[in-house]
């Protein structure tokens, strides 16, 4: 249904620049994946030709809604432009989150390494100067003896609860880095006290990347 939308928006009239959102998604042959059964199904879309932004997003109500999937185009110098898509999608644990980024020229696209696009970035980035390792590491032995492996370290933990996360902007060159987190241990595995469990849900950081339009490459702010 979502590919129809794109469809049928390029069918009718709503192209009014050269490769405008719509059109980049169409060239990279834009996939929203079968429906996982747990996954959230969209309830609305937003699209935003002048400011390059399509999203669609799933509301459960007044303000709160979760954004599924997001796409943003950037203007490069050499008049090219680069095609950012961030997809959530249900693992069938917890709901992950991915970034892809195309070129695209005149009548075609090419995918581009995340490595090639993206700083360098570690879960460790995110709760640095916070609580949250501290309070792992008290966990961390229940969970090596049967969940994790008995050589785990922080480090793993860390990234059975965490995956970065991007945000891109409707508006501006900036994206936001941060953490979507998982509660599968707490839900499944070992208990973890409640006020843990704030912190550790509500506690690492957020990172502002820019994008470079000469060198086609998103830096830290």
């Not at 429906?35 to 699209?47: A, C, H, R």
Request: proline residues 2%.
């Amino acid at each position: 249904m979502k590919s129809l939308i794109l469809l049928t928006f390029l069918s009718t009239g709503y192209l009014v620049c050269s490769q405008n959102i719509l059109e980049s998604l169409y060239l990279k042959e834009y996939n929203t994946s079968k429906y996982t059964e747990g996954e959230l199904m969209s309830t609305d879309t937003i699209l935003d030709l002048s400011n390059g932004y399509y999203e669609e997003f799933h509301s459960s109500g007044g303000d709160k809604k979760t954004i599924l999937r997001q796409a943003c185009l950037f203007q490069n110098e050499d008049d090219t432009k680069t095609l950012a898509v961030s997809i959530t999608y249900w693992d069938f644990s917890c709901f992950m989150n991915t970034s892809s980024f195309y070129e695209i020229s005149k009548d075609s696209s090419t995918a581009i390494q995340n490595i090639d696009i993206l700083p360098s970035l570690d879960i460790l980035d995110f709760v640095a100067g916070t609580n949250i390792v501290s309070i792992l590491k008290k966990y961390l032995p229940e969970l090596k003896k049967g969940y994790l492996d008995s050589n785990a370290t922080i480090t793993e933990l860390l990234n059975e609860i965490y995956n970065i996360r991007y945000t891109m902007p409707r508006e501006g060159t900036t994206i936001t880095a941060t953490l979507a987190i998982c509660d599968y241990i707490p839900t499944n595995e070992i208990g973890i006290d409640a006020e843990d469990w704030a912190i550790i849900e509500n506690d690492f950081l957020s990172l502002e990347l820019i994008y470079d339009r000469k060198q086609k490459r998103f830096r830290k702010d």
